[in-house]
């Protein structure tokens, strides 16, 4: 770990401030399990660490009578997936926290930093390795011919096909959730859907953060769809693995007929990636098991793999036919 | 050379402990086993990923190796040096006992963090059976293999039932 000065900021603005000075040589540490990877592992050289703990951002977890979640971005993964407006009103959200990680992890990490964690390719990960463009600018991917069974399969480009590893963000862009942001120019709210960028030739630049800019606060609308929900991950260990495949499915049926339908899949691209194609198939259309097979099958629409994980659409569809079983109550 | 020297005071098992010229890089887990000479918690794989380095901050269990001391200033950490109320051998806190009379470990290295995790895990309520017990010891790697007998005494001391006919620790899911 190179050296750094540490910064303990108590306020928001001050803590803006910092990163948007610069110079490039800030980097924000909340709950740091992902931060202090990244410093051990000198993928990340920052010449000052700014904590965002003694009360810059807050960690309360409402509800608001309509249903509706607001998460302060320091509340930690265990708190939100253990509150009751959360298990019972998104049992998405709390399934996909639950599968992140391990309990210790979840106790120390935000929800904020959780979306803002880095990619966990090999490559990004291995300061030893030459060729990544995400950590190094220019350098190439070794990734698309190397080993890439985690890889994304959409949204990628020729210059990176890492994937965002949170399983939390991916309920929440099928929720259609936003980020509240605190920057130098002000605040603003985007929606999550919209806060990662795809890597085009520009993977080092992962998000649409500018400089000194923080989650505040994360919001998901109220949903009848999500009260009927589950966060369905496959992956190579049972548990404290990330996501070969996940889906986020939430039904909201009317006797036998679907009214809404949200799909969303996690570990298949740079961004969690809505299934527009599923949703519209199961839209109107009876709940039954032709109707979710059919619709699964559009779940790896424009998927473009590599060798190494040319499996995944078919596991795509079948993830998503599962999950859609198990909220459709057609097991 | 560190780019800063800064003064903190942690609080460890009941004790308030001053660390003057602390390099702001120190981890909560390196403040504990060389300046306070607390060297029950592990040090493993540095990364997060193994558990050794558990300890519980405000009773809850948390990964010291990805803490830095100067963030966990007013926190109350509880190591396994401080986990049995009066300390030492004569008293072991129920949980060490358990994993004496149930053999849950081989070499040990990882044993004081699975102590500490265990821990925190009764605390927060989710040893209903022995496989949620797996899944929420699964922050804790043991490299000898001893996850059974572990189940076993962390089940023990959670009053967790091993329901005869169900399945079985040695059994579960591996």
């Given at each position: 770990?190179?050296?750094?000065?540490?910064?303990?900021?108590?306020?928001?603005a001050?803590?803006?401030?910092?990163?948007?000075?610069?110079d490039d040589?800030?980097d924000?540490?909340?709950?740091?399990?992902?931060?202090?990877?990244?410093?051990?592992?000198?993928?990340?050289?920052?010449?000052?660490?700014?904590?965002?703990?003694?009360?810059?951002?807050d960690?309360?977890i409402?509800?608001?009578?309509?249903?509706?979640?607001?998460?302060g971005a320091?509340?930690?993964m265990?708190?939100?997936?253990?509150?009751?407006?959360?298990?019972?009103?998104?049992?998405?959200?709390?399934?996909?926290?639950?599968?992140?990680?391990?309990?210790?992890?979840?106790n120390?990490?935000?929800?904020?930093?959780?979306?803002?964690?880095?990619?966990?390719?090999?490559?990004?990960?291995?300061p030893?390795?030459?060729?990544?463009?995400?950590?190094?600018?220019?350098?190439?991917?070794?990734?698309?011919?190397?080993?890439?069974?985690?890889?994304?399969?959409?949204?990628?480009?020729?210059?990176?096909i890492?994937?965002?590893?949170?399983?939390?963000?991916?309920?929440?862009?099928?929720?259609?959730?936003?980020?509240?942001?605190?920057?130098?120019?002000?605040?603003?709210?985007i929606?999550v859907?919209?806060?990662?960028?795809?890597?085009?030739?520009?993977?080092?630049?992962?998000?649409?953060?500018?400089p000194?800019?923080?989650?505040?606060?994360?919001?998901v609308?109220?949903?009848r769809?999500?009260?009927?929900?589950?966060?369905?991950?496959?992956?190579?260990?049972?548990?404290?693995?990330?996501?070969?495949?996940?889906?986020?499915?939430?039904?909201?049926?009317d006797?036998?007929?679907?009214?809404?339908?949200?799909?969303?899949?996690?570990?298949?691209?740079?961004?969690?990636?809505?299934?527009?194609?599923?949703?519209?198939?199961?839209?109107?259309?009876?709940?039954?098991?032709?109707?979710?097979?059919?619709?699964?099958?559009?779940?790896?629409?424009?998927?473009?793999?590599?060798?190494?994980?040319?499996?995944?659409?078919?596991?795509?569809?079948?993830?998503?036919?599962r999950?859609?079983?198990?909220?459709?109550?057609?097991? | 050379?560190?780019?800063?020297t800064?003064?903190?005071?942690?609080?460890?098992?009941?004790?308030?402990h001053?660390?003057?010229?602390?390099?702001?890089?120190?981890?909560l887990?390196?403040?504990?086993?060389?300046?306070?000479?607390?060297?029950?918690?592990?040090?493993?794989?540095g990364?997060?990923?193994?558990?050794?380095c558990?300890?519980l901050?405000?009773?809850?269990?948390?990964?010291?190796c990805?803490?830095?001391a100067?963030?966990?200033?007013?926190?109350?950490?509880?190591?396994?040096?401080?986990?049995?109320?009066?300390?030492?051998?004569?008293?072991?806190?129920?949980?060490?006992?358990?994993?004496?009379?149930?053999?849950?470990?081989?070499?040990g290295?990882c044993?004081?963090?699975?102590?500490?995790?265990?821990?925190?895990?009764?605390?927060?309520?989710?040893?209903?059976?022995?496989?949620?017990?797996?899944?929420?010891?699964?922050?804790?790697l043991?490299?000898?293999?001893?996850?059974?007998?572990i189940?076993?005494?962390?089940a023990?001391?959670?009053?967790?039932?091993?329901?005869?006919?169900?399945?079985?620790?040695?059994?579960?899911?591996?």
């Amino acid at each position: 770990m190179r050296p750094f000065t540490l910064e303990r900021p108590h306020d928001i603005a001050t803590a803006v401030a910092f990163g948007a000075a610069d110079d490039d040589q800030t980097d924000y540490i909340a709950g740091g399990t992902d931060m202090m990877q990244l410093l051990t592992d000198d993928i990340r050289r920052p010449g000052r660490l700014v904590s965002l703990g003694d009360g810059v951002l807050d960690d309360r977890i409402e509800a608001a009578p309509d249903g509706a979640l607001r998460l302060g971005a320091a509340a930690r993964m265990s708190d939100v997936a253990d509150h009751p407006a959360v298990r019972e009103g998104f049992p998405l959200i709390a399934e996909a926290l639950l599968s992140s990680a391990s309990a210790q992890v979840r106790n120390m990490a935000t929800v904020g930093g959780n979306l803002l964690q880095r990619t966990r390719c090999a490559y990004f990960r291995d300061p030893g390795v030459h060729g990544c463009n995400k950590r190094a600018p220019g350098t190439g991917c070794a990734a698309r011919d190397g080993v890439n069974r985690m890889l994304a399969v959409l949204g990628g480009s020729e210059h990176c096909i890492a994937t965002h590893a949170s399983d939390f963000a991916v309920p929440l862009v099928a929720l259609d959730a936003v980020v509240r942001l605190s920057g130098p120019g002000g605040e603003r709210t985007i929606p999550v859907e919209e806060l990662h960028r795809l890597p085009g030739d520009s993977p080092h630049v992962e998000t649409v953060l500018v400089p000194g800019e923080l989650i505040t606060a994360i919001e998901v609308p109220a949903s009848r769809a999500a009260r009927t929900s589950h966060y369905l991950k496959v992956r190579d260990r049972e548990s404290f693995e990330f996501a070969l495949v996940s889906a986020a499915v939430a039904l909201d049926t009317d006797g036998g007929r679907i009214r809404e339908a949200r799909v969303a899949m996690g570990g298949v691209g740079p961004k969690p990636w809505r299934m527009r194609g599923v949703e519209r198939a199961l839209a109107g259309a009876a709940c039954d098991p032709a109707v979710l097979r059919a619709a699964a099958a559009r779940a790896a629409d424009g998927t473009a793999p590599r060798p190494g994980n040319a499996f995944k659409p078919e596991l795509m569809r079948r993830t998503v036919l599962r999950a859609l079983r198990v909220v459709g109550g057609q097991p | 050379m560190p780019a800063q020297t800064l003064t903190a005071t942690l609080h460890v098992n009941g004790r308030e402990h001053a660390l003057p010229d602390l390099d702001p890089r120190t981890t909560l887990l390196d403040a504990l086993r060389e300046s306070l000479g607390l060297t029950g918690t592990k040090k493993g794989c540095g990364l997060g990923h193994c558990g050794a380095c558990t300890v519980l901050a405000d009773g809850r269990r948390i990964l010291s190796c990805m803490a830095l001391a100067a963030l966990y200033e007013g926190r109350e950490i509880t190591t396994i040096e401080g986990l049995a109320p009066e300390g030492g051998a004569a008293r072991p806190h129920p949980l060490q006992q358990a994993f004496v009379e149930r053999d849950a470990f081989q070499c040990g290295y990882c044993t004081p963090g699975q102590i500490m995790s265990a821990a925190g895990l009764i605390d927060e309520g989710r040893t209903g059976s022995p496989e949620e017990i797996r899944e929420f010891m699964s922050g804790n790697l043991c490299r000898c293999g001893a996850y059974a007998n572990i189940v076993a005494a962390v089940a023990d001391v959670a009053r967790t039932p091993l329901v005869p006919g169900a399945r079985e620790p040695e059994q579960g899911r591996s």
